[in-house]
């Protein structure tokens, strides 16, 4: 069955020219012209995934995903946003959407969003074991590991620098403070926890999350890592992400 996607936008133009791509590309996609259709649209035959534009008539992107999310519907969300402003992107990781694509884009860096969100919430196969972001057990043996005595890990719980998650739950405290993480910073944090002390390059950590690295130009996992610092930090407690400039992040407590 192709997975199906739900989109919405306005601009008649870009509407019709992302359905007619997405299309080509194998979706059964669904595209209406505002919000409320949105919302009728997603509670009548939820998709696999939605894209959302952020600026529409009456409800826009933003509130869609707001009010979908406080259903408790987790369908993946991708945002399609004119707005640069690293505060108007939080703004949408916020109202609970998992990634967005900046306008004017590239149809292709659209297809790999979409895969990357796709991946991450597929069934796991019944034949291997899947990671945070999709990967398998084979591919995960490669992936770099901790070899910090403050990593630790259960089959259902990892913990370091004073941060504990419940995979299975997907739950986070940082001491006995519970974090509420949307699901793409739950990934990052996890794969940040699992290799605590060791500095991920920007390209493993596209990879390993989005599956897809966007290049040097892109700014998405610095609104993510920027986003989830103001969630984890703590007045008087050390900073637990840190910046390696020129090549990536690690997960420590100094």
Known sequence: MPQTVLLAEDDRAIRHALERALTLEGYQVTAVADGVEALAQAHRTPPDVLLLDVMMPGIDGLQVCRVLRAEGDRTPILMLTALVETADRIAGLDAGADDYVVKPFDVEEVFARLRALL????????????????????????????????????????????????????????????????RTEFELLELLVRNAGIVLDHSTIYDRIWGYDFGPGSKNLAVYVGYLRRKLDEPGAPQLIHTVRGVGYVLRED
Do not use: C, H, Y
Request: glycine share 8%; proline share 5%; no cysteine.
């Open 119 to 182: 991946r991450r919430t597929s069934p796991v196969p019944a034949n291997g074991v899947q990671g945070s972001s999709g990967t398998s057990a084979d591919a995960l043996r490669d992936e770099p590991q901790s070899q910090s005595s403050a990593f630790s890990s259960s089959d259902k719980q990892i913990s370091a620098a004073g941060l504990r998650m419940d995979l299975q739950a997907r739950r986070v405290w940082r001491g006995t403070r519970e974090l509420e993480l949307t």
